[in-house]
């Protein structure tokens, strides 16, 4: 039996991957009395007990968990912010490149992708990579997301029978353009400067769908560098040219633990959108996706695709 710890199992992500995990029959989930939930001691031993440790934490309680782990024998998936940029983890997105799944395969650390960061990446970093997309190109980009990934407070706000009226209605927020997920965004396709970001919260629990404009770019020429890219995966499709329909809904893949993307447009406009669940590819599906590649089983092992 693999041995297994969630430290942060109680959060939305943690809650996810519990989950997930409860089904399986290879796996023994490491559990803490709810009074020991918070305590380092209780922590690192159950951490030092572990085969797989998954982070679902603040990040600096996720800096700190790491320090508890030093010298034991487990593998770690940082579901927080705090390792995504550092060298020292593997950036767990697989279906990136042939050498960020052997950097996953490899690793001790791997750092588990932001929600908006997956969708604006997957539609980037092929166009960067092949050179379609000069990495110094101005680009903006939108992402609506449902309201579970903001965590147990934001839940409880927008399933408030007395919350604010204005909540059934779409919100923009991070308008000052610093959203947490920008750094990541911007090294992981290479880019010379950020894009401009504008998150979305709209009125529903699950799902998500990240958009990126190309002014001048032959969408039929991106479609096929993106299609091209993704050929032969099983988490990351990408529908036929102008999209499986002619409109896009957030919560398509709401309770999946995969991705679509979708490219559309003309010769001189496009706009790809992936779209997954915040909760799914983006967050607790990746994470189990990224274990199943460290323990060298199938990737879609346990999860709903």
């Not at 060298?87 to 950097?103: I, M, N, P, T, V």
């Not at 769908?209 to 190309?214: C, E």
């Amino acid at each position: 039996m693999i041995k297994v710890f969630i430290d942060g199992s109680a959060g939305t992500t943690g809650l996810r991957i519990t989950d997930r995990l409860a089904q399986r029959q290879d796996m023994e989930l490491l559990k803490l009395p709810e009074e020991l939930r918070k305590d380092p001691a209780a922590r690192k031993e159950a951490i030092f007990a572990a085969d797989i440790v998954f982070l679902c934490l603040p990040d600096a309680a996720a800096i700190e968990a790491v320090a508890l782990a030093e010298g034991a024998k487990a593998k770690i998936i940082d579901t927080s912010t705090a390792h995504r940029t550092n060298d020292s983890w593997a950036y767990g997105f697989a279906e990136l490149s042939a050498a960020h799944r052997q950097a996953i395969e490899n690793a001790k650390l791997v750092a588990n992708p932001g929600c908006h960061a997956s969708g604006f990446i997957a539609g980037v970093y092929p166009l960067t990579a092949s050179g379609l997309l000069p990495k110094d190109f101005p680009i903006t980009a939108y992402s609506l997301t449902g309201y579970s990934g903001g965590g147990k407070s934001l839940i409880a706000e927008y399933e408030d029978a007395n919350r604010d009226p204005r909540h059934e209605s779409h919100r923009i927020y991070g308008t000052t353009l610093t959203h947490k997920h920008l750094p990541e965004m911007q090294k992981i396709c290479g880019l010379q400067k950020q894009p401009v970001f504008s998150p979305i919260l709209g009125d529903f629990y699950e799902g998500m769908a990240t958009t990126v404009l190309l002014p001048g770019f032959d969408a039929k020429a991106v479609y096929d560098c993106i299609a091209k890219h993704y050929e032969g995966q099983q988490l990351v499709t990408v529908a036929p040219f102008g999209g499986d329909e002619s409109v896009i809904y957030a919560s398509t893949l709401a309770m999946k633990d995969s991705m679509r993307i979708s490219v559309s447009g003309r010769e001189d406009q496009c706009m790809v959108t992936a779209i997954f669940d915040n909760l799914g590819k983006g967050a607790s599906g990746a994470a189990i996706q990224n274990m199943n590649i460290l323990l060298g089983l199938p990737e879609a092992t346990g999860l709903n695709v």
